[in-house]
T-cell receptor
Framework: AQSVTQLDSQVPVFEEAPVELRCNYS??????LFWYVQYPNQGLQLLLK??????LVESINGFEAEFNKSQTSFHLRKPSVHISDTAEYFC?????????????FGTGTRLLVSP | DSGVTQTPKHLITATGQRVTLRCSPR?????VYWYQQSLDQGLQFLIQ???????AKGNILERFSAQQFPDLHSELNLSSLELGDSALYFC??????????????FGPGTRLTVL
């Protein structure tokens, strides 16, 4: 079984400051890793995912995440946040080499960007 | 707009009742997933269907059931409702083979309140 830990339930930050949202996972098998974002009163949207290859993955809106196998982490970073980045961010894993996708989510981190 | 639609948006009912939540996936997507999001348990995977067949099961209660119809829309049936079933229920769909690497597209959710 897999589990995902997002230690920070809330991260307040000022606009244009850098931010890191932490994600650690536990699994006895290989997993794919995902970050989803949930804006207020909306469903989740994929931000980025790691499947294989380069351990650094980037999204189109300036976020990036680095897969660290030894530390079982997949932290999400952005060098300069905008007010519009205010949302809840969920890290998730899915076991590789299965014919299905059971996403296991962390508890989420609420990013609050203020002017 | 993800292209996934869910009806109704809100549902208020009483304990012991039965409700049906409906989901229409994005055009062409063969996989449908159901999730429950509550304050107590976070975001939990319930069940996945692929082209009409059950593909994977998560923490779905026996009182809950789902199906995917030939036109690929899906319904989640919740019966003998309890107060603890109050939650946001999301449907998602994916275009791939329904495997672990797929990107899921989430609907806006149905908020169920059990009184």
């Amino acid at each position: 079984a897999q589990s995902v830990t997002q230690l920070d339930s809330q991260v307040p930050v000022f606009e244009e400051a850098p931010v890191e949202l932490r994600c650690n996972y536990s699994s006895s098998v290989s997993v794919y890793l995902f970050w989803y974002v949930q804006y207020p009163n909306q469903g989740l949207q994929l931000l980025l995912k790691y499947l294989s290859g380069s351990t650094l993955v980037e999204s189109i809106n300036g976020f990036e995440a680095e897969f660290n196998k030894s530390q079982t982490s997949f932290h999400l970073r952005k060098p300069s946040v905008h007010i519009s980045d205010t949302a809840e961010y969920f890290c998730a894993v899915s076991e590789v080499n299965t014919g299905f996708q059971k996403l296991v989510f962390g508890t989420g981190t609420r990013l609050l960007v203020s002017p | 707009d993800s292209g996934v639609t869910q009806t109704p948006k809100h549902l208020i009912t009483a304990t012991g009742q039965r409700v049906t939540l409906r989901c229409s996936p994005r055009s062409g997507d063969l996989s449908v997933y159901w999730y429950q999001q509550s304050l107590d348990q976070g975001l939990q995977f319930l069940i996945q269907y692929y082209n009409g067949e059950e593909r994977a099961k998560g923490n779905i209660l026996e009182r809950f059931s789902a199906q995917q119809f030939p036109d690929l829309h899906s319904e989640l049936n919740l019966s003998s409702l309890e107060l603890g079933d109050s939650a946001l229920y999301f449907c998602a769909s994916s275009a791939g083979t329904g495997g672990a690497a797929d990107t899921q597209y989430f609907g806006p959710g149905t908020r169920l309140t059990v009184l």
